[in-house]
């Protein structure tokens, strides 16, 4: 008899302690965080323990998934940041080994490679990367997948850039401009930013795997790429036919 009183008892202490656990994260989604995922937990306590089990399987992947689209949004938001400021040498960190690059009609391949080139070269050499605060026409969102398993992801931001290349010229006034960090041609450019991401491991960050620079405008007309290194010596690993 007493035995069956404690296994009772041991019962109905687990359910209660789990149910007050969802009673707890539903006072939680109320702040807008996942609403949608448990909106009636809080206000029964009628569900079976497999209801309990699904929700929080729920619960959990969605808190899963938001974490993962801030840690994206962190990511990218860095990236624009070391840009802005010039600091071209830590870029091709972020990316894994055999990432690429597509931009201006030109495919950048390998981190060591062709990513280091573009950015260490071409981007320095035109001071590309500046961020502008302009009005993108409503493109001011971004967007981020996450994969089931929480290990792939694609995501887009809206980007608005100064860009340039070094001025071809002999001249000596365009010389002493290039010794006080001028003489460069420069424009601005905006558009969609593309990323495919990647990481081992839901504990390990992510890391780029591809990213691609859709331009949608331009403020001055300036030709892709139409040579590829080593024949250009900043130039991209492969032409890119779809620009």
């Known amino acids: 008899m007493d035995t069956q009183k404690n296994q009772s008892g041991l019962n109905n202490e687990k359910n209660t302690g789990r149910r007050s656990f969802l009673r707890k994260m539903g006072a939680f989604m109320t702040t807008g965080v996942v609403v949608s995922t448990v909106p009636a937990v809080a206000?029964?306590?009628k569900i079976s323990d497999s209801e309990i089990g699904v929700r929080e399987k729920e619960l959990s992947e969605r808190i899963a998934i938001l974490e993962a689209e801030k840690?994206?949004?962190?990511?990218?938001?860095?990236?624009?940041?070391?840009?802005?400021?010039?600091?071209?040498?830590?870029?091709?960190d972020m990316f894994v080994t055999d990432g690429e690059v597509v931009y201006n009609g030109g495919i950048f391949r390998g981190r060591d490679a062709g990513i280091a080139r573009l950015y260490c070269k071409q981007f320095r050499n035109g001071l590309t990367g500046k961020k502008i605060d302009v009005t993108l026409d409503g493109k001011e969102e971004h967007s981020v997948n996450i994969s089931e398993n929480f290990l792939?992801?694609?995501?887009?931001?809206?980007?608005?850039?100064?860009?340039?290349?070094?001025?071809?010229?002999?001249?000596?006034?365009?010389?002493?401009?290039?010794?006080?960090?001028?003489?460069?041609?420069?424009w601005y450019e905006n558009g969609i930013c593309g990323l495919t991401l990647t990481?081992?491991?839901?504990?390990?960050?992510?890391?780029?795997?591809?990213?691609?620079?859709?331009?949608?405008?331009?403020?001055a007309s300036v030709p892709a790429?139409?040579?590829?290194?080593?024949?250009?010596?900043?130039?991209p690993d492969t032409l890119n036919t779809i620009i």
């Open 43 to 45: 206000k029964s306590d």
């Open 71 to 92: 840690s994206i949004i962190s990511l990218y938001r860095t990236y624009e940041s070391m840009l802005n400021d010039g600091l071209y040498d830590e870029i091709p």
């Open 152 to 186: 792939l992801a694609k995501a887009s931001f809206p980007f608005a850039i100064q860009a340039g290349s070094p001025m071809v010229s002999d001249s000596v006034l365009v010389s002493m401009a290039r010794l006080h960090g001028g003489g460069i041609n420069k």
């Open 225 to 235: 790429f139409t040579k590829i290194f080593p024949a250009d010596p900043t130039g």
């Open 199 to 219: 990481r081992k491991s839901i504990q390990d960050l992510w890391m780029i795997k591809r990213l691609e620079y859709h331009t949608e405008s331009k403020s």
